[in-house]
Every structure is written in structure tokens, then in C-alpha cells.
């Protein structure tokens, strides 16, 4: 029981190390930064090609990546898009899915704390 303590007590010193996660939105919307951005998410849905939804991501603090389009056999599908907030830790700009909590690095990718007003 001791040792469970002091683990706890270890891992809340270090959880209070890291900053907290703020709204951020992207500097800017260059061929180079949408590049990075779409590759960085490619690879959190496991898919090769996606299309993002609308937005513009230096004012909006989240970006959708579309479902696949359904097959020539399908009707209607019933997909939904997956949900992106972005956000700024530590300095670092991030991806973040808003289904399961996974953070993905947008290495190279400047982004700013998204105003309140």
C-alpha cells in the first residue's frame, strides 16, 4: 500500500510539470503547413487519402476529416466525420481526437492560443 502511494504521489509530480492543453489555431494556411496537417491526421484515422471539412484553421480551434465516400454498392452511409481539437501544450502545436483522447504532434506546424473574445 505504501508503494502505491509514493506511485501516485510520483505521477501527480509529474503530470503538474506539463502545462495544460489551451484552443490554439494554426498560424497560417500554407501548402507546407496544410501538408503536414493532412499526413499527421491521414495517420491518426489510418487512412491513406482524406479530405478535411470546412473551416479555416487559423480561426477555427478544430478541423474535421471526412468519412470515405461510399462505395459504388453502398447508399447512404451512416459514417461520420472524425473530430480534431487543435491544441497548444508546452509550446507544441497538437492534433487531438476528440473521440478517444490521442495526441498527435503537428511537428514543424506553428500555431497560436485562439482568442476568447
Known amino acids: 500500500m505504501k508503494y502505491r502511494i509514493l506511485s501516485v504521489s510520483l505521477l501527480a509530480g509529474l503530470s503538474a510539470c506539463q502545462g495544460t492543453p489551451k484552443p ?6 500554407s501548402p507546407e ?3 503536414t496537417v493532412t ?4 495517420a491518426a484515422v489510418d487512412r491513406a487519402q482524406i479530405e478535411l471539412g470546412a473551416g479555416d484553421l ?11 465516400p461510399p462505395g459504388p454498392l453502398e447508399g447512404n452511409s451512416p ?21 478517444t483522447g490521442a495526441m498527435y504532434p503537428l511537428t514543424g506546424v506553428e500555431c497560436r492560443l485562439a482568442s476568447t473574445g
Open 24 to 29: 490554439a489555431v494554426l498560424t497560417n494556411t
Open 33 to 35: 503547413t496544410m501538408a
Open 39 to 42: 499526413g499527421v491526421l491521414a
Open 58 to 68: 487559423t480561426r477555427d480551434t478544430f478541423v474535421s476529416v471526412l468519412p470515405p
Open 79 to 99: 459514417a461520420l466525420p472524425a473530430m480534431f481539437d487543435i491544441i497548444l501544450l508546452d509550446g507544441e502545436c497538437y492534433v487531438q481526437d476528440r473521440a
